[in-house]
């Protein structure tokens, strides 16, 4: 089903909200694409973010058993309403994610459908803003909702860091935390001329695929954060003094670099040639000397 996004915004007298970052995809084949990077069944449930004018909202109603759409532009809804009334599986909701409990809503849309509906998956898509971009992909990677996977569409330079490896300027604390939790990969690539109106930037559908249990072994996964946001936080710095800047791990400077040491790590190194299993081994260390477990590595 296709949705023609200039007589739509017309109809209602819509314009689009540059505070809210509003770009409407009109490519009918990257629309389709995002779908099928989905890999919907019809017994999944899919949690669309940012359903603006319903165009990509059809193509995963076709595909998936039930489409719960949230969108943050009142103004929005009737044209919503309109252009997918001929889907009885879309439930859409007037919101922000980012203060809404998304299991609830799931929960509470399923219920409302009224037909025994039990979904096997969910699929989390949306065509981020991309101010919001960041807070969004980690409030579901941190919620520890049971997703089974992600499609995003991000500024490209979002994903070259959400799929970065370690020892380029694009590796950073987005990297590991998004391949803590997931394993990402690249869709496609989308123009500016895809959108309306046209974005300054090039875009990038990104793909995450969950993990059942993380990739490396942690201690303390709070720790392992902190470490991990230390080590970036001043990307100029060396590891011994952007960890020891940090001032929150109760170790002098000596003793930071004896943690980098016993991990193989020299001092002078920095954050972005870390690996995340290097990352965990270093926070594991931390929590061992902090808590005095093995005595004999002081």
Excluded: W
Aim: hydrophobic share 40%.
């Amino acid at each position: 089903m296709q949705i023609d996004t200039r007589i739509t915004l017309k109809k209602f007298n819509l314009r689009p909200a540059k505070s809210l970052g509003q770009n409407f995809l009109t490519d009918e084949n990257i629309l389709k694409g995002i779908a099928e990077a989905a890999e919907l069944t019809k017994d999944e449930i899919v949690l669309e973010v940012g359903p603006g004018l319903g165009g990509l909202t059809a193509e995963l109603a076709e595909a998936a058993g039930m489409v719960v759409a949230v969108e943050i532009d009142k103004r929005l809804i009737p044209a919503l309403k309109e252009n997918l009334k001929g889907f009885s599986n879309v439930s859409i909701i007037n919101g922000d994610i980012l203060r809404l409990d998304a299991e609830n809503i799931l929960t509470t849309a399923i219920a409302e459908r009224g037909d025994g509906f039990t979904p096997t998956a969910l699929k989390i898509v949306a065509n981020l803003p991309y101010y919001i971009t960041t807070p969004v992909v980690m409030k579901f990677l941190e919620s520890g909702i049971k997703a089974k996977a992600m499609v995003f569409m991000v500024q490209k330079e979002v994903a070259d860091r959400m799929k970065a490896k370690p020892g380029g300027k694009e590796f950073g604390a987005l990297s590991v935390a998004v391949q803590y939790y997931s394993k990402p990969s690249v869709v496609m690539e989308v123009p500016p001329q895809s959108f309306i109106p046209q974005p300054e930037v090039d875009s990038t559908v990104i793909r995450l695929d969950l993990y059942t249990s993380p990739p490396v072994d942690l201690r303390d996964q709070d720790l392992f954060f902190r470490v991990v946001k230390a080590a970036f936080g001043q990307r100029r710095k060396t590891l011994v003094n952007a960890l020891h800047n940090a001032g929150c791990f109760n170790m002098n400077k000596e003793e930071i670099k004896n943690s980098l040491t016993s991990i193989g790590v020299h001092e002078n190194q920095r954050g972005e040639t870390l690996s995340i299993e290097q990352f965990a081994q270093l926070s594991n260390y931390i929590f061992d000397k902090q808590n005095e477990m093995f005595p004999e590595q002081k």
